[in-house]
């Protein structure tokens, strides 16, 4: 484990922040003097302050921010309702009041160093079609050690017991890094046969199967045994937090990771915002501000979750050799044959290249073709996969009609034509799960 890492950035960070103080006061004191701040000189000073603040990390999660959305053409108000609590993560619930109930989905947000606002976007999107619920991870650093320890069981359990906490015939859709953690639940709720199974599972750009067209994010977790990742990615939280003292890989890791990646793309990013500033637009700066605020808000990752998903996921590809474990028991994907499966890539993916999601699709092989769908979005990134202009216009779509044509139970409480095709779909639905056993008994008895 590394002792000194985390220690060492706390000091720098401790130590620059009256620097990014004297700045955000700086530009206070601009903005009161509106005859200065109009000239050529306020504005390039008010640039360079603003630039000295956005260095700054933060490790508490931004708010949602989401107070209304339009639903069929009216302002509907927002309201954010925790309704399942752990010491690690808490069931967010995005409350609104509609006439017509609305499909209840789970957005999984994944554990890579940054909190789940950062599926702002996304949430905002699927509020007006959908009932929405997300799992709002706590950063460890924040909890104490008497909390125990989270790793990829934990992570799997969590994502079981929410589910069943929205109830029966809700959706789940997994973004990026926890689509293998999801998968797992819906297998393992599958073989357990259990009720509260999703009616649909959409899994996004994520790691099923790494070994398809592997990133520089695969080649890095393959380029040291998983014991050179704990001795030097691995640190202790420092006292004065209550998580002190809990070993975790900390966000600024992950976060300069991820910046490594396209350092020259960032630099610019901060020089136009340095440009558009001192030039008098304060339009762009303001969008390149927000998203370094969001950006920059980063949460570690317990060291056990963090070691178990390298280990598991990236260097021995548990999942799609059929190795991978959860307490002890197998997971098996073609156990599930109730949970229609949307799998979602982005052509110019560097994070999770195209095939690596595509790889669901076939070890759900207890699934009808019907109940399979893919689509790979052309002329899109990582993020642009759950964010941005393609992903309402193009990705969203899908993601929306695959929930809703599995959505029995919300149709059939509608009103009472809809009572009648839910009841249609519920009939098929169980006629289906009957065909599903005699032909299994039918097996049964060709083997004997």
């Known amino acids: ?110 554990m890579s160093g940054h909190f789940a606002t950062l599926l702002r976007g996304t949430v905002r999107t699927m509020l007006a079609d959908h009932d929405v619920y997300i799992t709002d991870w706590h950063n460890p650093r924040d909890v104490p050690l008497s909390a125990g320890r989270f790793g990829f069981a934990e992570y799997v359990e969590h994502v079981m017991s929410f589910i069943r906490r929205i109830g029966p015939d809700s959706h789940l859709v997994a973004i990026c890094q926890p689509t293998v953690a999801a998968l797992a639940a819906v297998s393992l709720m599958a073989a357990d046969n259990d009720p509260a199974q999703p009616a649909s599972m959409t899994l996004m750009a994520g790691p099923i199967d790494c070994r398809v067209n592997p990133t520089k994010v695969n080649d890095l977790a393959n380029s040291k045994p998983i014991d050179w990742f704990e001795k030097n990615l691995i640190s202790a939280v420092p006292p004065g937090f209550a998580g002190a003292h809990r070993r975790v890989y900390p966000g600024f890791v992950q976060l300069g990771a991820f910046m490594s990646m396209n350092l020259g793309r960032h630099m610019a990013s901060f020089a136009d915002a340095h440009y558009e500033r001192a030039k008098g637009d304060p339009a762009k700066a303001d969008a390149i501000r927000t998203f370094y605020d969001e950006y920059f808000a980063t949460t570690d990752l317990t060291a056990e979750f963090y070691l178990e998903t390298v280990s598991s996921v990236f260097q021995e590809y548990a999942l799609p050799l059929g190795k991978l474990k959860v307490r002890d028991r197998l997971v098996e994907p073609h156990a599930i044959r109730r949970t229609a499966l949307l799998t979602i890539e982005g052509e110019k993916d560097d994070i999770c290249a195209v095939g690596q999601t595509v790889a669901a699709q076939e070890l759900c092989s207890g699934l009808r073709p019907y109940m399979k769908t893919h689509h790979v979005q052309t002329g ?30 919300a149709r059939r409480f509608a009103n009472t034509a809809g009572e009648h095709e839910g009841e249609g779909l519920v009939s098929l639905r169980a006629l289906l799960d009957a065909h599903d056993h005699a032909s299994a008994i039918i097996a049964k008895a060709s083997e004997a």
Request: aromatic share 12%; charged share 20%; net charge positive.
């Open 1 to 110: 484990m590394n002792l000194f890492s985390y220690p060492a950035y706390q000091a720098c960070a401790d130590f620059t922040r009256p620097w990014r103080t004297a700045a955000s006061s700086m530009r206070a004191a601009i903005a009161a003097w509106p005859a200065f701040a109009a000239t050529s000189h306020g504005r390039y000073l008010d640039a360079c302050c603003e630039t000295v603040e956005m260095t700054g990390l933060t490790h508490k999660r931004p708010p949602f921010g989401i107070g209304t959305v339009q639903v069929d053409g009216d302002t509907v108000a927002v309201t954010e309702e925790f309704v399942k609590r752990t010491p690690f993560g808490s069931l967010l619930h995005f409350r609104k009041h509609t006439a017509t109930p609305q499909p209840r989905v789970l957005i999984v947000a994944p």
């Open 380 to 409: 899109v990134g990582h993020y642009g996969v759950f964010n941005g202009r393609k992903w309402d216009s193009q990705i969203y779509p899908m993601v929306r009609a695959t929930i809703h044509d599995h959505e029995p139970r």
